[in-house]
C-alpha cells in the first residue's frame, strides 16, 4: 500500500523557516516523481514545488522561487521542502504528492498519491 505521511508543521513567525517532511511507503520511491502543493479551505490546491525522481530536475511556484528549497534522500524514502523567510501569506496545509513516472508536474492531476497534510501558520 503506497503511503505518504507529511510531519513538521506548525506555527512560525514572519521570516522564520520551517522543514517539513513526506516520508514515503510502499512504492520505489527513486521511480517516482515527488511535489508538494498546499491549499487553504475554499481556496483551489496551489503547487509549491516539484522534483524528479532523479532529484536532476525541480520546480517551484514564482511566489516561493528563492525561499523554497525542495529535496529528497533516497536512503531515508523521504522528501523535503526546505521554507525560508517564511510570509503570512504561506499559511495553508501542505501536502505531499508522489507520480509514478520520472518526470513532475506542476497540476495536481497527475499525481495518483497524496498525504494527509500538514498545516503551517506564519503569524505577522
Not at 85 to 108: I, R
Request: net charge negative; proline share 5%.
Amino acid at each position: 500500500e503506497v503511503q505518504l505521511v507529511e510531519s513538521g508543521g506548525g506555527l512560525v513567525q514572519a521570516g522564520g523557516s520551517l522543514k517539513l517532511s513526506c516520508a514515503a511507503s510502499g512504492f520505489i520511491f527513486n521511480e517516482y516523481a515527488i511535489a508538494w502543493f498546499r491549499q487553504a479551505p475554499g481556496k483551489e490546491r496551489e503547487a509549491v514545488s516539484t522534483i524528479s525522481s532523479d532529484g536532476g530536475i525541480t520546480q517551484y511556484a514564482v511566489s516561493v522561487k528563492g525561499r523554497f528549497t525542495i529535496s529528497t534522500d533516497n536512503a531515508k524514502n523521504t522528501a523535503y521542502p526546505q521554507m525560508n523567510n517564511l510570509e503570512p501569506e504561506d499559511t495553508d496545509t501542505y501536502y505531499c504528492a508522489a507520480k509514478g513516472y520520472p518526470v513532475a508536474s506542476m497540476s495536481a492531476a497527475p499525481y495518483k498519491h497524496w498525504g494527509q497534510g500538514t498545516p503551517v501558520t506564519v503569524s505577522s
